[in-house]
């Protein structure tokens, strides 16, 4: 995380989705001293925005068949964002195009057995 860095925004999504890319999670604010996100929490300070399952918070993985893609992109922001918790996943990446410091993204399988 550069040192520079004001916040941080996580997304987590599924473009192998039937319907198309599935939000699991949205979450903004975090703080960029932070070194992990315990199981079952949201990081202290941070704003959870909503899934396309209809609720805020993490969605975890379900997919109905096959093995899919679940992209966890982590973004360092010289700015902290002010958004209503009901902004959709891709108008936060539109808003934080001109503020981003670096970005990561990590690609994790899954299959229901």
Known sequence: VPENAKSLVLVVDDPDAPGGTWVHWTV???SPNIK???ENSCPQNSVEGMTDSGRSGYSGPCPPYGTHRYFFKLFALNTTLDLDT???AADIEKEIEENILEKAQLVGLYRRQ
Do not use: F, K
Request: charged share 20%; proline share 11%; glycine share 0%.
């Open 86 to 88: 009901s902004v959709e």
């Open 28 to 30: 903004w604010n975090i």
């Open 36 to 38: 992990e996100i315990p």
